[in-house]
């Protein structure tokens, strides 16, 4: 009875289950680590930006993990493949950026 119970609370929450997975394997470039601290995201807001692995790109990987095209658009994130980009900003004047470009894309 409780594996029954246990393989219909799976099923009822593949993707926590799935999220949870991910995050555990999931290892955080320092990087990334500072951006979640510098955006206050809670321990549930870590959780979620870290199920989505997200990593910062250099201008060519950006651009071909974030592919489509939007018009009159600054586009410095993108979620595709169950995974958030972000780029680069590495300008001075836009410091903070990258972590609010890091909590939308979440």
């Not at 393989?7 to 990087?31: C, E, G, H, M």
């Not at 169950?82 to 890091?102: H, K, P, W, Y």
């Amino acid at each position: 009875m409780l594996v029954l119970a246990g393989a219909v609370w799976v099923v009822l929450n593949r993707q926590f289950v799935i999220d949870q997975l991910t995050v555990w394997n999931y290892k955080p470039s320092s990087d990334m680590a500072a951006i979640a601290s510098r955006a206050s995201l809670n321990e549930r807001g870590t959780f979620y930006l870290y199920a989505s692995r997200p990593q910062i790109n250099d201008r060519d990987t950006f651009n071909s993990r974030c592919h489509q095209l939007v018009e009159k658009t600054a586009v410095l994130g993108c979620y595709a493949n169950r995974e958030i980009s972000i780029f680069n900003v590495t300008d001075q004047r836009l410091d903070g950026i990258r972590e609010v470009t890091a909590a939308h894309e979440m």
